[in-house]
């Protein structure tokens, strides 16, 4: 709701002379019939490995989500972004504490989550935002950019090690390595006390999240993404996260504390 | 003041967690085995002057006090204070910005963007206190600020301007080779911005050219000129702005909402 009011407003008080960015994509495959084909293979990198780089957005085309009218899909959240364990049979599977957790904020409308506050999305939440990720690959760094908050993420593929105790944060400290056309990245070193969804479900300070990126095709990317966290769920589990290309645009800074009026209306019950 | 911040952020931070010390790659190393700062700078395939790497704005020049015997690490540059530093009668403000500026001062500078976690914008972020990335790609140059682990890009596609973008705190910026200069042009800033602590404005007619060289190794010199009529009455370059190169780190985010406590005392006078 948030989103589709957020997106309606922004684009009544958009100045009327501003102009979308409709830059065409460089070296997009194209049908016979010169429309781009998605279902080209996925590009490479010089050094033979599949090329990552593009703007993406997480698929919200599937899902049990209502839609809330006509272009749902433009309009809705995606599921993993209301609750990273949709579609897991009997959901995550959530320590007692964490179950409770998640029941009390759903029960507050999620007034303490920190996208809230305009605090990060962190990983791997920032997967399945609303807003478009760029992803710039290079030969030893991989770059996530995500709208939100113009923030990124690096996960570095120069063959370092994780850091045994790194300082925490919201995106932790990651490293990726390749395992055929599969990048496996690793993260360490998450902050406590984040959210993984809207509804509230935790991810503590104990989390080890292993993520496999795959690019499927040239407009498709599918990430594979494991928590491991023992102190908020029983066992590690698994879900994917699908993203789809955008082509021709580029992405628009939205600065989260700019001109904020809504923290003080969520109040909870 | 700010100092007084960053010991109490010493005095904090968890005791087991490390520094960032993964050793840079491709140092270039003097004979007795230390770096060679002073080397000339790195290429990248196709043989431009390649800025990638940690860098700091230098701020070893002042001809302000210094607060401890440790000033150089404590202080910030003389820019981040009054972008016009060093300009011979100081920056050409308009009637209307150099009252602003005034008051800006006499109000201690409380509603400097900055101060709500508004982002620093162009060309502001490019002398912050903390560490900026640089990974320059064949069509992208993208630079990431600590400073709520934020990222600015700059293509180098040979893409135009657009007319007409959206407003935003780091505008659209392009950027040509003209031999082993970078010359970047921004357009489509956001009204109301603050080019540095003092409070000089910078507004939405603003055109920033900024020229970077790497001379050699260890640094980075940055020319920035400003074509602002609204806000000054002629264009003007400031003083070289000149950045170093920090080695065998990484950047460590620093989301500036987290833990606020600052903004309730900030009442000017």
């Not at chain 1, 599949?50 to 957005?57: A, E, H, L, T, V």
């Not at chain 2, 206190?129 to 064949?138: A, E, L, R, S, Y």
């Not at chain 2, 934020?150 to 950027?175: C, H, V």
């Amino acid at each position: 709701m948030k989103t589709l009011i957020a997106i309606i407003v922004a684009a009544l008080a958009a100045p009327l002379s501003a102009q979308w960015l409709d830059y065409p994509t460089a070296g997009v495959p194209k049908t016979a019939a010169g429309k781009p084909n998605l279902t080209a293979p996925a590009p490479k990198t010089a050094d033979g490995k599949p090329d990552f780089s593009g703007i993406w957005r997480a698929d919200r085309r599937i899902g049990p989500n209502p839609c809330p009218f006509n272009n749902c899909q433009d309009a809705r959240g995606t599921d993993r972004w209301l609750d990273f364990g949709a579609g897991l049979s009997g959901g995550a599977p959530y320590q007692p504490w964490a179950a409770a957790a998640k029941k009390q904020r759903m029960d507050q409308d999620g007034k303490d989550d920190p996208t809230s506050a305009c605090l990060p999305l962190g990983v791997p939440r920032m997967l399945v935002s609303p807003e478009l990720i760029k992803i710039v690959q290079t030969p030893g760094l991989v770059v996530i950019l995500n709208e939100r908050n113009a923030s990124y993420r690096q996960i570095f593929t120069d063959g370092r090690p994780l850091p045994e105790d790194p300082q925490p944060s919201w995106n932790g400290y990651s490293t990726g390595k390749w395992e055929g056309d599969t990048l496996v990245v690793e993260t360490r070193g998450f902050r406590d006390g984040m959210w993984l969804d809207r509804y509230g479900s935790p991810m503590t300070d104990a989390a080890k999240v292993t993520e496999r990126f795959r690019r499927t095709n040239y407009g498709n990317l599918a990430i594979d993404v494991t928590m491991d966290d023992p102190k908020a769920y029983t066992k590690p589990w698994t879900v994917r996260v699908n993203e789809v290309i955008m082509l021709n645009t580029e992405l628009m800074d939205y600065i989260c504390a700019e001109n904020e009026k809504d923290i003080r209306h969520m109040v909870g019950k | 003041m700010r100092n007084l911040f960053i010991a109490i952020i010493a005095i904090t931070a968890p005791l087991g967690a490390q520094w960032l010390k993964h050793p840079t790659a491709g140092v270039p190393k003097t004979a007795d085995g230390k770096p060679n700062l002073s080397a000339p700078a790195p290429k990248t395939a196709d043989g431009k002057p390649d800025f990638s790497g940690i860098w700091r704005a230098f701020r070893g020049i002042t001809s302000r006090p210094c607060p401890t015997g440790e000033c150089e690490e404590l202080r910030d540059t003389d820019h981040w204070l009054n972008f016009g530093a060093g300009m011979p009668g100081g920056l050409p403000y308009q009637p209307w910005a150099a009252a602003t500026l005034k008051e800006r001062e006499d109000q201690l500078g409380k509603d400097d963007p900055t101060s709500y976690c508004l982002p620093l914008g162009v060309p502001r972020l490019l002398v912050a206190p903390g560490f900026k990335k640089i990974v320059q790609t064949p069509g992208l140059l993208i630079i990431m600020n600590e400073r709520n682990a934020s990222f600015r890009q700059i293509f180098i596609d040979g893409r135009p301007l657009p007319e007409d973008p959206q407003p935003s705190w780091n505008g659209y910026s392009t950027a040509k080779w003209e031999g082993d200069t970078l010359v970047v042009q921004t357009n489509g800033l956001r009204d109301g911005m603050w080019l540095d602590r003092s409070g000089s404005p910078i507004t939405d007619a603003a055109k920033v050219t900024e020229r970077f060289r790497r001379p050699n190794y260890g640094n980075l010199e940055i020319e920035v000129t400003i074509d602002d009529p609204k806000a000054y009455t002629k264009t003007w370059t400031a003083t070289k702005i000149t950045e170093n190169i920090v080695l065998n780190t990484e950047l460590l985010d620093d989301n500036c909402v987290e833990g606020e406590r600052d903004m309730k005392h900030m009442v000017g006078k």
